[in-house]
């Protein structure tokens, strides 16, 4: 899966540090693992505002690198790009289906990894939370069907699809404003006026 994900990004033919992933990387770069030089490869991304890429090209198997960063469980890069990608791109990436109709939530239920689950259900929609429970075409897969047996996995299903319910419902809600109270006295009522003019206060 490493190297498909290196694969898949280094096809996004845009300038940007392409040769971290060639035969002979830089020397530099030998000493790190997959996960460091990924995360080192999206930072400049970031830095040269090409980050977006990284969550609309697909490769020939249709899948995206968050694909691969949900099967591979790397919660760091997917946090990176969380934080760093407009709110709107990111979640448009949880509805992206590969050639068998399987989402990045698929591929990380399928690969056993309950945590990485539960973050990207953090920002699913209702399109990708369709798309997790509907039958594939021919293979008729769900998240369900994939993480069968695993209790982990699907309590971590409920529960992330539940809580994100619960918040796109609450952000739907109107803001109610509270009305400001003001002080208004006390109640007093005028009873006479006396032969001075003055006037007499009753309870």
């Avoid at 490869?41 to 249709?62: E, F, N």
């Avoid at 890069?77 to 709110?87: N, Q, V």
């Avoid at 039958?135 to 996995?153: F, K, M, S, W």
Wanted: aromatic residues 6%.
């Amino acid at each position: 899966m490493a190297a498909c994900l290196k694969k898949c990004l280094y096809e996004i033919d845009d300038g940007v540090d392409v040769t971290t992933f060639g035969p002979n990387p830089p020397s530099a770069l030998k000493e790190l693992n997959d996960e460091e030089i990924i995360e080192e490869h999206l930072y400049k991304r970031h830095k040269r505002d090409k980050l977006l890429p990284v969550v609309t090209h697909k490769d020939a198997q249709g899948r995206t690198a968050v694909h691969y960063l949900a099967a591979l469980a790397d919660k760091e890069a997917l946090r990176f790009l969380i934080e760093h990608l407009p709110k709107q791109a990111f979640a448009q990436s949880m509805a992206v289906t590969d050639m068998w109709y399987l989402t990045p939530t698929h591929l990380a239920v399928a690969f056993q990894r309950p945590s990485t689950v539960s973050l990207l259900l953090e920002h699913s929609t209702p399109a990708s939370r369709t798309l997790m429970k509907t039958p594939t075409a021919e293979t008729q897969v769900t998240v369900y069907t994939l993480a069968a047996g695993d209790d982990e996995l699907e309590y971590e299903l409920d529960k992330g699809i539940d809580e994100a319910i619960e918040a796109e419902q609450k952000a739907s809600q109107p803001v109610r404003k509270k009305r400001k109270k003001t002080y208004q006295g006390p109640d007093i009522n005028i009873s006479k006026v006396d032969d001075d003019g003055a006037i007499c206060l009753s309870d």
